[in-house]
């Protein structure tokens, strides 16, 4: 069973940074891509970064492309999310996601495991 733990949540104010860790246990993930959605109360899900198997691949949603970073990390068997000049619109439940592929979907159906999710709130 693999399981996915977030960790890093906070607060920080407008044009601020924050990093995202996600830890993987339960079996390897090298073989598998790797994501980050949010959500917010009442809106659906949405896909923030994602990252192949090999870290070769990466995908971002428009909102954030340019601001955010997404790398594997092999000594947690995960993923970390850089995110930096952060906005009041970036305020989120943050979540940690893997498939089988090793490549990236924006679709979130195609995560087979997840985290609880990590909250980030961005004040202005």
């Known amino acids: 069973q693999v399981r996915l733990v977030e960790s890093g949540a906070g607060e920080v104010q407008a044009g601020g940074s924050l990093r995202l860790s996600c830890a993987g246990s339960g079996r390897r993930l090298n073989d598998n891509a790797m994501a980050w959605f949010r959500q917010n109360p009442g809106k659906e899900r949405e896909f923030v970064a994602g990252i192949s198997w090999n870290g070769d691949n990466t995908d971002f949603a428009a909102s954030v492309r340019g601001r955010f970073e997404i790398a594997r990390d092999s000594a947690k068997n995960g993923v970390w999310l850089q995110m930096n000049s952060l906005k009041p619109e970036d305020t989120a439940v943050y979540y940690c996601?893997?498939?089988?592929?090793?490549?990236?979907?924006?679709?979130?159906?195609?995560?087979?495991?997840w985290g609880q999710g990590t909250q980030v709130t961005v004040s202005s």
């Open positions: 996601a893997a498939r089988r592929s090793a490549f990236v979907s924006l679709r979130q159906v195609d995560y087979m495991y």
